[in-house]
């Protein structure tokens, strides 16, 4: 009856998972997605903890609230230190799926041979391999995006690194196709744990060579294993749910990372192979670059007589918690009729989704925000481009300049619009670490500042009437 009645739960479960996938596929309902994971997984918990083999409670309950006590904080980071948690997650699910991988083969070494099936040897090979991998690498990639000071942020390359690496893995594979095979045989001993080491080291091999910028992809490709390393799981522990929640978890995770890829222009292997975002210096050029600084009252008089205004948001709104501050300018310019659309990057930010969470919190309306294949053709009849703290994203130089490290990245074409307003608080560059030639522009002026304070002047001369009208 207990049987029956977890299989249940594990089927509802299930379903409800597809639903969670399903509905983060728009803002408008991906909260809904989250309750819908939530419950899944409780449902999931609660049927694994009812079967009648588990006689010892303590060590679930102690488990329990060591996820708590980890949990809970993790929860608690700001937005822009969500890629980074997300890796650590995936490090967690690599380790749990490691370690389980680890604990069944010992345990049925000791109940003897004929528990070590060509199937279960199969399934916990994988698992470890996986499993450790997932850790290492995710570890890396957090450490990365976090800044953390040992762990180099520049791609760190060598000649015939791409060899090393498959080597490592290959070797790892192949030992693994022995243990298969001989499960108990002389060897086991040495290999099992040789296997854990050199899936623990290729993990490392393999983000060491991955820029900053293509951080994002990396941990959804790590996403991926971490789902796979969960099917492997499932197969070990004959628990039906892991395997398919582990399946959408995989397969979510490497749709995730080509739809990246196919944003930043980049191939798939050239994202796994590549050392791209390595960040490199501007060669000085010959010509003088000049900023044009400009005041709040000068740009609100421009953005007045502005029929049609596109706000370009970037990982600058973020660090500022600006979006408020952007609700209230909508708002206003609203008021007076200005047609007011928002320019969604793809990678604009931090995370997939960055400027769509944040300008949700400030609830402005699905229908303005716009993603940047639509509102391209429409930037050259745009009045103001008016550019909030981004700055990769909106860089001539990813269209033409082949030694760039953005070059091949589609852009918003702000320096189509008639008039560009740019907001950031120095002369600084942005992620990619190149100058923008946006900035220099005849048609470009610069609202030097923070990005709240900026934007809560503009608003605050719009509602006095300012700008001289
Ligand atoms: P960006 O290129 O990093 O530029 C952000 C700009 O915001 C900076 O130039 C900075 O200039 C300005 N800024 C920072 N704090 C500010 C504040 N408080 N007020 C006003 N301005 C502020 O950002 P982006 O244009 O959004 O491009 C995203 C970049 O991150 C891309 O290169 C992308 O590949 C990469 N990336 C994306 C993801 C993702 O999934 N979305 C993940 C990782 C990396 P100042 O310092 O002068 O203020």
């Known amino acids: 009856m207990i049987h029956a009645v977890s299989q249940f739960a594990y089927l509802v479960g299930t379903v409800l998972f597809i639903f969670a996938l399903h509905f983060m596929n728009s803002p408008k309902t991906a909260r809904r997605g989250v309750y819908c994971g939530v419950l899944a997984m409780l449902l999931a918990v609660l049927a694994t903890w009812i079967q009648p083999e588990i006689v010892n409670h303590l060590w679930i309950i102690v488990a329990i609230a060591a996820g708590f006590i980890v949990g809970v904080p993790l929860s608690r980071v700001p937005l822009t230190a969500v890629p980074q948690r997300t890796a650590l997650s995936h490090a967690f699910g690599g380790l749990a799926a490691g370690l389980v991988g680890t604990a069944k083969y010992y345990l049925w070494v000791s109940e003897g041979?004929?528990?070590?099936?060509?199937?279960?040897?199969?399934?916990?090979?994988?698992?470890?391999?996986?499993?450790?991998?997932?850790?290492?690498?995710?570890?890396?990639?957090?450490?990365?995006?976090?800044?953390?000071?040992?762990?180099?942020?520049?791609?760190?390359?060598?000649?015939?690194?791409?060899?090393?690496?498959?080597?490592?893995?290959?070797?790892?594979?192949?030992?693994?196709?022995?243990?298969?095979?001989?499960?108990?045989?002389?060897?086991?001993?040495?290999?099992?744990p040789l296997i854990i080491v050199l899936a623990l080291a290729f993990g490392v091999m393999l983000v060491i060579p991955i820029g900053g910028a293509d951080m994002p992809?990396?941990?959804?490709?790590?996403?991926?294993?971490?789902?796979?390393?969960?099917?492997?799981?499932?197969?070990?522990?004959?628990?039906?749910?892991?395997?398919?929640?582990?399946?959408?978890?995989?397969?979510?995770?490497?749709?995730?990372?080509?739809?990246?890829?196919?944003?930043?222009?980049?191939?798939?292997?050239?994202?796994?192979?590549?050392?791209?975002?390595?960040?490199?210096?501007v060669k000085a050029g010959t010509e003088q670059k000049v900023y044009k600084p400009e005041t709040a009252e000068g740009a609100v008089q421009v953005l007045e007589q502005s029929s049609l205004v596109v706000i370009i948001p970037g990982y600058g709104m973020a660090v500022a918690q600006a979006q408020h501050r952007v609700r209230e300018l909508y708002d206003q310019l609203r008021k007076r009729g200005i047609s007011v659309k928002f320019a969604?990057?793809?990678?604009?930010?931090?995370?997939?989704?960055?400027?769509?969470?944040?300008?949700?919190?400030?609830?402005?309306?699905?229908?303005?925000?716009?993603?940047?294949?639509?509102?391209?053709?429409?930037?050259?009849?745009?009045?103001?481009?008016?550019?909030?703290?981004?700055?990769?994203?909106?860089?001539?130089?990813?269209r033409y300049d082949k030694a760039s490290p953005i070059f091949g990245m589609p852009i918003i074409a702000a320096d189509k619009a008639k008039t560009v307003y740019a907001i950031k608080r120095s002369k600084n560059?942005?992620?990619?670490?190149?100058?923008?030639?946006?900035?220099?522009?005849?048609?470009?002026?610069?609202?030097?500042?923070?990005?709240?304070?900026?934007i809560g002047d503009l608003v605050k001369q719009l509602a006095h009437g300012g700008g001289g009208h």
């Open 429 to 454: 560059p942005g992620f990619a670490g190149i100058d923008n030639e946006l900035y220099f522009q005849d048609k470009t002026f610069m609202l030097f500042g923070d990005a709240k304070a900026v």
């Open 344 to 398: 969604i990057h793809p990678v604009a930010g931090r995370m997939p989704g960055h400027m769509n969470v944040l300008l949700a919190e400030a609830d402005i309306p699905y229908d303005d925000l716009v993603e940047m294949d639509e509102i391209n053709p429409d930037m050259p009849q745009c009045d103001v481009a008016l550019v909030v703290g981004a700055n990769d994203v909106v860089n001539p130089a990813a």
């Open 217 to 281: 992809t990396v941990i959804s490709i790590l996403n991926s294993y971490a789902g796979l390393a969960a099917v492997a799981m499932g197969f070990v522990l004959d628990n039906k749910l892991l395997i398919t929640a582990g399946a959408l978890d995989g397969s979510s995770g490497l749709i995730l990372s080509i739809i990246m890829c196919r944003a930043m222009n980049r191939s798939f292997a050239n994202v796994l192979f590549g050392a791209f975002g390595k960040v490199q210096t």
């Open 113 to 192: 041979p004929e528990q070590l099936t060509t199937f279960r040897m199969t399934a916990i090979v994988a698992e470890i391999i996986l499993g450790y991998l997932t850790l290492t690498g995710s570890l890396m990639a957090a450490g990365k995006l976090q800044e953390i000071k040992w762990i180099p942020q520049r791609p760190v390359t060598y000649p015939g690194q791409n060899i090393v690496n498959i080597g490592l893995l290959v070797v790892a594979v192949l030992m693994g196709v022995y243990l298969i095979g001989n499960p108990t045989g002389p060897w086991a001993g040495v290999l099992f």
